[in-house]
């Protein structure tokens, strides 16, 4: 994950400074650099800005100020030669507070928390605009088929067919082809014939899935990427 950043600060060596360290972090990019906040709300917008690093005493309009009048702003850390205003900077949740100077060891460890808040923001929100179902042909009819209702797909020559929670439905499609089309983070093929809703799988014995009590085979040649990608970091052992 890369945070476009945007700096905001009235000292063209200061300014210098955060580019620097900004380059040295692989997860930061610098996408832009203002002389005082009036300067950057136009950026903000128009560049995507993730992380802003704002100074305190500027002309025209200082950090706190701009933190008051903004309806919304990316992530902020603080930066600035006056540590007695930290407390004032997490009230208004700002990410950190950086007290010039500062090394490149404590700026890395203020942007790997904004890293984190980033991380943790997608995951709590649902990704946009993506869709809880999809439809196919049927017997005539377009069905409506929601992701989480969708146990596994068994593949029959030019046909597949689709096992949901309410009804079974034969449709004209190729397992490699709906493959390519199901979210990849909720559906895996297990077998050349068999695709899975890996939310479905009750437990494992051997190379057998239990989905709803229905048994399914992990082929031999699929076996080693299956268990990685079901299990990876949830398998509990002492």
Do not use: W
């Amino acid at each position: 994950m890369i945070l476009k950043c945007l700096i905001i600060d009235d000292e063209p060596i200061a300014r210098k400074l955060l580019q620097e360290y900004i380059e040295e972090t692989d997860f930061l990019v610098l996408s832009g650099a203002a002389e005082n906040p009036l300067k950057a709300t136009s950026l903000i917008n128009k560049l995507d800005i993730d992380l802003i690093f704002l100074d305190v005493n500027m002309p025209k309009m200082n950090g706190f100020q701009f933190l008051r009048s903004a309806a919304k702003l990316p992530m902020v850390i603080m930066t600035t030669a006056y540590g007695e205003y930290a407390l004032e900077g997490f009230e208004m949740a700002v990410v950190d507070y950086l007290v010039k100077p500062f090394s490149l060891e404590r700026f890395l460890k203020a942007s790997q928390k904004a890293l984190e808040l980033q991380i943790l923001k997608q995951k709590a929100s649902p990704p946009k605009n993506e869709a809880d179902h999809f439809y196919v042909k049927c017997d005539g009819k377009i069905e409506r088929v929601v992701y989480a209702e969708l146990i596994y797909v068994e593949a029959m020559a030019n046909y597949v067919t689709l096992y949901t929670l309410h009804k079974k439905l034969v449709v004209y499609l190729t397992v490699k082809g709906l493959q390519e089309k199901l979210p990849a983070d909720r559906f895996i093929q297990v077998h050349k014939s068999y695709i899975v809703n890996t939310a479905m799988i009750s437990n494992i014995e051997g190379n057998m899935l239990n989905l709803n009590g229905n048994k399914i085979g992990i082929g031999l040649s699929f076996y080693d990427d299956v268990m990685d990608r079901i299990l990876k970091g949830r398998l509990f052992k002492r």
